[in-house]
């Protein structure tokens, strides 16, 4: 069987990269639009109500304005930020516990944000399994590759007269307003949203997330039953790899490009010699995983396919 897919938004960094993922899948026929067309609204909803499934590549504004174009049996993945803690939209994170039968029945499936993912895949099952408080303090820092701030940020990282300090790190969101934090508190089940730090370098891709706890304020839960719940957690999940605890690289350093060019997640536990403090880490392609990786994995749920087709 032949699904018709449209992507709206296919020149920007996510619809590229989705593109890639779906070139040459038999299964697939890739609806488009004329290049002058590209901004026409009407031209654009007519087109994703002749899909099967249509991804949306697009600022927030623009996906608000076709939605109420959109006719009701079309499936749609959404990849901006303007849905994904809407009623009537499906969180697109088939790892989380009861999530995939969700994305399975949906018609409208809200892809989740890079940072938020690296958080939520850390969070949510302590959470969920009782393991952490709701009103838990947690704290999260995400370094990201310049890509995941889309083609602005990347033509101005890969320009040759760039400001200096362009080669050092630089956290933003200092406001403590960062968009991806509606998600990050309401997908982990959180009574507030996390103190969140986001960091970009100078490297093109690659995300790492890093969430310490302080096992004072976890009575009775130990280091060692943090790992396990989520090695347990995540057991027989194809994208998914949990190191046991204090397993890492044999030099002792994470590096956060370690997975660019996939779309799997590898996930690291490790704590002080006396047990008092741990530190959680999610490793991943902020544009694999992260963005369009994710997208597919769910057009794949969505159009009852193999889950990892098209994946790297």
């Not at 969700?102 to 939520?120: L, M, Y």
């Amino acid at each position: 069987m032949s699904y018709k897919v449209f992507i709206d938004g296919s020149s920007g960094t996510t619809g590229l990269r989705i593109a890639d993922r779906l070139d040459g899948r038999p299964e697939l026929e890739l609806l488009s639009i004329p290049e002058e067309s590209r901004k026409d609204l009407h031209k654009r909803a007519e087109t994703i109500n002749a899909a099967d499934l249509a991804f949306l590549c697009l600022p927030d504004a623009a996906s608000k304005e076709v939605i109420p174009l959109v006719e009701p049996h079309v499936r749609v993945l959404d990849t901006s930020t303007a849905f994904r803690t809407a009623p009537g939209w499906v969180y697109g994170f088939p790892e989380l516990h009861g999530q995939r039968e969700k994305i399975r029945q949906a018609n409208r499936v809200a892809v989740p944000g890079c940072h938020a993912s690296g958080f939520i895949c850390l969070a949510r099952p302590l959470v969920e399994l009782g393991l952490a408080p709701a009103d838990y303090p947690f704290t999260c820092h995400s370094l990201t590759g310049y890509s995941g701030g889309g083609k602005k940020m990347i033509a101005e990282y890969q320009d040759p007269d760039r400001p200096v300090l362009y080669s050092t790190p630089r956290a933003y969101g200092l406001t403590l307003h960062h968009k991806h934090l509606p998600e990050m508190q309401a997908v982990s089940g959180l009574t507030a949203a996390p103190v969140f730090c986001p960091i970009v370098d100078d490297y093109y891709a690659g995300m790492e997330v890093t969430v310490p706890l302080r096992m004072e304020l976890l009575p009775g839960v130990t280091p060692q039953a943090v790992a396990q719940a989520l090695a347990d957690y995540y057991a027989g999940e194809a994208l998914f790899t949990v190191h046991p605890l204090g397993e890492t690289p044999a030099d002792g350093m994470l590096a956060a490009g370690a997975m660019q060019g996939t779309d799997r997640v590898q996930i690291y536990c490790t704590a002080s010699p006396d047990g008092s403090q741990m530190l959680l880490i999610s490793l991943f392609d902020n544009l694999g995983k992260g963005s369009s990786g994710a997208a597919v994995q769910c057009m794949n749920i969505l159009l009852g396919l193999p889950e990892t087709a098209g994946l790297e």
